[in-house]
């Protein structure tokens, strides 16, 4: 007995498909952001309903758990931050440059305010820190990506003479995101871009532009 070869979806199956990934998109949109201002712990259908306008009923449609919602969140700021910073980055000559263009691109990503409360990870991780399980495992790959990141333009600085040869890539590595995390939490507790101006000005001269 022969069995039907299996059909292709149909336009107004495909359109159903495209809107659904559009309305989850614009949900955990609205949650990243109000994540870096609520906490991840914040998060609540409720909040979501009313920052979205979808209903409590649609919310659940997309999402089984509160932790289910949480990781999506993560993973959704996880796109910005690369969007955002990492690809930016990437596409700067390689060595030191990158190392800049990381940084840049990072302070400009907290004061265009992608998030209201600043970089995503930096106000949910000392937040989900002290709670151990998933959310909290996936925010510590995450900020280790971006040291490790740091590392490896650092590493190809060295390698490339930009930078002393006796340059501990780890700890320039370590003083980088201090420096980022230091000037996204002035600027959001002081509402003032001169820290983000400062911290531009701290990283040159770290990196030895200007000598």
């Known amino acids: ?20 990934e559009r309305t989850r998109q614009a949900i955990l949109g609205a949650a ?11 998060l609540s ?3 979501l309903a009313a920052a979205t306008g979808i209903s409590k009923s649609g919310l659940y449609a997309h999402f089984g758990s509160k932790q289910e919602l949480q990781l999506a969140t993560v993973e959704e700021a996880e796109r910005v931050l690369d969007e955002e910073v990492v690809q930016p980055a990437l596409a700067a000559p390689r060595g030191r440059e990158q190392l800049l263009a990381v940084c840049d691109a990072f302070l ?38 971006f040291t490790g990141l740091l590392r490896s333009f650092a590493v190809a600085a060295i390698e490339q003479h930009e930078l002393p040869d006796d340059t501990d890539p780890d700890q320039l590595a370590f003083e980088l995101h201090a420096i980022l995390l230091g000037a996204d939490t002035k600027f959001v507790l002081y509402d003032d871009a001169t820290f983000l101006d400062l911290a531009r000005r701290v990283v040159r001269e770290r990196l030895g532009y200007g000598d």
């Open 108 to 145: 400009s990503y907290v004061g265009r305010r992608v998030f209201p409360g600043g970089c995503f990870f930096a106000a949910t991780s000392l937040e989900m820190g002290a709670r151990p399980g998933p959310v909290k495992d996936r925010l510590v790959a995450i900020q280790s990506d």
């Open 1 to 20: 007995m022969s069995s039907a070869a299996p059909q292709a979806p149909t336009t107004k199956a495909r359109r159903r498909r495209s809107d659904g």
């Open 32 to 42: 990243a952001s109000l994540a870096t201002v609520d906490g991840l712990e914040g």
């Open 45 to 47: 259908i409720g909040n």
